[in-house]
């Protein structure tokens, strides 16, 4: 399988393309990663040094791989936090080529936007051009429960309710949604879910809420996700898959007390995923 991942990237820890191209690579994935920001670290230490890459360097980088007779071997392409609307056209273009190279292939976004508890942290831009333009064109896309409700203009509360919201996502054009802290009051305190949702049905998994802020782990729920679902077709079990390894690597980093993920202590998570969580069927 190969993916071409376009996404920021870090020197210092692990968030965009530096959280998810090792975990790709360890499950067996060929990655071409494309960066949109080459930082030392992420933003959330509040100062950062490096350069955003003009959306033309990126689109540079893009074509050269294209130059390689690469696009027809591409079985996906993933997206993440887009940082102006310059990007994001780059990425709808590479889309479009990509997908004129191989039919088979698929977008992958997730639509990176904010949370429940910090709010929408972007640009005003950025979740009218992800509703309008990014989500249509996506095939899969990865929103938590707070995105799924700013992308359908919902307020997912509970099962029921973040159902009907995924509804709507999938009626504005991705067939399939993965939407992360899913959260509501039938829940045992002290857990946290995943829901997974197709044209064949919708599943869930629920694990222990490790009580962390882990800047990255998006970035790997996503990108796991997206290969084990390109590969087998199975919801469920790419559902299962990703929770699993993403737990421990959440766990591995949590004993460390790290602020950092884990990323290459975890790796045998990727590779040999306990599977240690109940994947139920919902509807």
């Not at 997730?110 to 095939?139: Q, T, Y």
């Not at 991705?174 to 995943?194: A, C, K, N, Y």
Request: some cysteine; overall charge negative.
């Amino acid at each position: 399988m190969k993916i071409l991942s376009i996404q920021s990237a870090v020197a210092y820890g692990h968030v965009g393309n530096s959280a998810a191209v090792f975990p790709l690579q360890r499950i067996g994935v060929e990655v071409y990663p494309v960066y949109t920001v080459n930082f030392s670290n992420h933003t959330g230490y509040g100062a950062w040094r490096g350069p955003l890459i003009s959306p033309q360097d990126v689109a540079d980088v893009i074509t050269g791989i294209e130059e390689r007779g690469a696009f027809g071997e591409i079985d996906a392409v993933l997206s993440g936090y887009q940082g102006g609307e310059g990007i994001g056209d780059v990425i709808l273009d590479a889309v479009a080529r990509v997908k004129a190279a191989n039919p088979s292939a698929i977008y992958a976004c997730d639509p990176v936007m904010g949370n429940a508890k910090s709010g929408c942290f972007v640009a005003p831009a950025i979740p009218v051009l992800l509703r309008e333009r990014v989500v249509p064109a996506a095939d899969l896309i990865t929103p938590n429960q707070f995105e799924l409700g700013f992308l359908t203009g919902t307020e997912p509360s509970d099962l029921e309710s973040t159902l009907a919201s995924v509804d709507a996502a999938r009626a504005m054009g991705p067939s399939t949604v993965l939407v992360t802290s899913v959260e509501h009051p039938d829940r045992p305190e002290g857990t946290i879910e995943m829901l997974a949702v197709t044209d064949d049905g919708a599943w869930i998994v629920r694990t222990p809420h490790i009580p962390m802020k882990a800047n990255g782990s998006g970035d790997v729920t996503a990108a796991l996700f997206t290969a084990h679902f390109r590969r087998t077709g199975d919801a469920a079990d790419a559902l299962a898959r990703t929770t699993s390894s993403v737990f421990d690597l959440l766990q591995q980093t949590y004993d460390a007390g790290s602020r950092e993920l884990r990323l290459i202590e975890a790796q045998e998570a990727y590779a040999h995923p306990r599977m240690q969580f109940e994947v139920t069927q919902v509807r």
